[in-house]
Each structure stands twice: as structure tokens, then as C-alpha cells.
């Protein structure tokens, strides 16, 4: 079964600097989606970012880029320049990317970001 | 608007009364999926549904039903809610499997 792990429960950074949040998974497929989304306080889950785990190139959004090291099975995600309002939280989650069975999200336990002014 | 809407948003109930939440997308999207979420413990998926008629278990599928009779809808039944199914409850859909997964705002469940 796959398994995504969050070791640090908590961060804090300050406005405008740049902070990256670790992710790393267990799987032995070699076809996958990797992704990450933000839970602001109102509880919305939001896609930040996501990876094709076929894709070598990391995938980037504006402030926010992944360092997907497939060997390696992590998957971090950095947010330049950080504002108030990524004050959120984080969570990575994998997805097979095969068709048939029990295919689905699996969430890590999430870690929560504070931005300080 | 693309959206997918959960009612009731916030719910508090008994234990043993039957309730159900609705969740409803208007992207035509073939995927839908139950998640919980609680402290500590991330999301984790409770039923899916690949398609009408199509339903499958998750993870944590204890205590829920789902149907899935029309391809926009697809509620959530607790038949005897019990204290340990308090959590809050996203429902998802997505046009593949693989494509990104749009999440309704959330119900919060309060069973006493």
C-alpha cells in the first residue's frame, strides 16, 4: 500500500522569505501523480501544485515548485516570497496512476504553515 | 460556476439517527469520492464512484453507504451515525482518475 509521510507537523516563516516543506512517499509503481494542497483556515482544499511522476521536470506555479526526486521518493515543495495568506495547511498526497482497483488519494497528516508579518 | 456543493455544511446529531450529506458536481466529471478528515490523521478516502452505478470502498468505509444513481450526485449516509464518525467530510470529483481532484467546501459532523 501506498504510504506519504509529513515529518514536520509545524513551520513558521517569515513574509518574503522562502520556506520548503518535505514529503516523501512509499510506493512500487513506476506510473504515478503526486500533488500538493493548501487547507486556509475556511477549510478549503486547494490544489497547489502537481507532478507526473513520468515527468522529469519539476512542475512549477508561480511562488510555488516541487523538487521531485523519483529515486529518492520525495516530493518537497518550495513557496518563494511567502505572504500572509499561504498561512494554510499543507498537505502532500499520491495518487496510482494506473486504472482499475483501488485507486485514490492518499493524504499525508498534513503540516501547518504560519507566515509571520 | 464549476463547483461541487456538500449540504448540510455543518451538522450536529445523535447517535443511532440516520442522516445523510449530499454532495452534488456540475462538471459532468465521471470520478466522485468520499474523504474524512481529523486531526492528526490527514484525509482518508471513506467510498468512490467511478462512475453511475459504480461505487467501490475506500479506506475507512465502516458505518457509510453511497449511491451513485445520477452521474452529478452522490450523497453520503450514515444509517446509525456513532460518536466516532465525528469529523469533518469532504467530497470530491474529478473528470479522470488521475486529473485533479475539485473538493466541496466540507461538512462538519458532530455526532453527540
Known amino acids: 500500500a501506498q504510504t506519504v509521510t509529513q515529518s514536520q507537523p509545524e513551520m513558521s516563516v517569515q513574509e518574503a522569505e522562502t520556506v520548503t516543506l518535505s514529503c516523501t512517499y512509499d510506493?512500487?509503481?513506476?506510473?504515478?501523480?503526486l500533488f500538493w494542497y493548501k487547507q486556509p483556515p475556511s477549510r478549503q482544499m486547494i490544489l497547489v501544485i502537481r507532478?507526473?511522476?513520468?515527468?522529469?521536470q519539476n512542475a512549477t506555479e508561480n511562488r510555488f515548485s516541487v523538487n521531485f526526486q523519483k529515486a529518492a521518493k520525495s516530493f518537497s515543495l518550495k513557496i518563494s516570497d511567502s505572504q500572509l495568506g499561504d498561512t494554510a495547511m499543507y498537505f502532500c498526497a499520491f495518487m496510482n496512476g494506473g486504472k482499475g482497483g483501488s485507486e485514490k488519494l492518499v493524504f499525508g497528516k498534513g503540516m501547518k504553515l504560519t507566515v509571520n508579518p | 460556476e464549476a463547483q461541487v456543493t456538500q449540504n448540510p455544511r455543518y451538522l450536529i446529531t445523535v447517535t443511532g439517527k440516520k442522516l445523510t450529506v449530499t454532495c452534488s458536481q456540475n462538471?459532468?466529471?465521471?470520478?466522485m469520492s468520499w474523504y474524512r478528515q481529523d486531526p492528526g490523521l490527514g484525509l482518508r478516502q471513506i467510498y468512490y464512484?467511478?462512475?453511475?452505478?459504480?461505487?467501490d470502498k475506500g479506506d475507512v468505509p465502516e458505518g457509510y453507504k453511497v449511491s451513485r444513481k445520477e452521474k452529478r450526485n452522490f450523497p453520503l449516509i450514515l444509517e446509525s451515525p456513532s460518536p466516532n464518525q465525528t469529523s469533518l467530510y469532504f467530497c470530491?470529483?474529478?473528470?479522470?482518475?488521475?486529473?485533479?481532484?475539485?473538493f466541496g467546501p466540507g461538512t462538519r459532523l458532530t455526532v453527540l
Open positions: 510506493t512500487s509503481e513506476s506510473n504515478y501523480y
Open positions: 462538471m459532468n466529471h465521471e470520478y
Open positions: 470530491a470529483s474529478g473528470r479522470e482518475m488521475n486529473n485533479e481532484q475539485f
Open positions: 507532478q507526473e511522476a513520468y515527468k522529469q
Open positions: 464512484s467511478m462512475n453511475v452505478e459504480v461505487t
